[in-house]
């Protein structure tokens, strides 16, 4: 069956000027600093995301330097594989228990 709907092509001349207005009101409450609310609680994240960033490339490099490492072994035929740790880490991750 097939549907022939102007609607679901685009959004209409209203929806877009919502979706404008919407966008206006996002970036206008982006600007604007954190403060305490009247409850005085307050919400940081800078520090926090400081650290996860951090801890994310960390772990990047980390695991860019051992794929590098592992290619070079396959391409020089010196990989082999050890399947009994491979299959006991499968085995875990599936019951989900995480790697050994």
């Known amino acids: 069956m097939k549907v022939y709907d102007v609607n679901l092509t685009g959004p209409s001349a209203s929806e877009s000027g919502r979706a404008q ?11 604007r600093p954190a403060t305490a609310n009247s409850s005085g609680d307050r919400v940081e994240l800078s520090g926090t995301m400081a650290r996860i960033s951090r801890a994310v490339s ?16 396959y391409q020089s035929g010196n990989y082999r594989p050890d399947s009994v740790q491979t299959s006991q880490g499968m085995v875990a991750e599936a019951l989900g228990g995480g790697t050994t």
């Open 21 to 31: 207005e919407t966008q206006k009101a996002d970036r206008d409450s982006n600007s």
């Open 58 to 73: 960390s772990y990047s490099t980390d695991r860019a330097s051992k794929v590098q490492a592992l290619a070079q072994q």
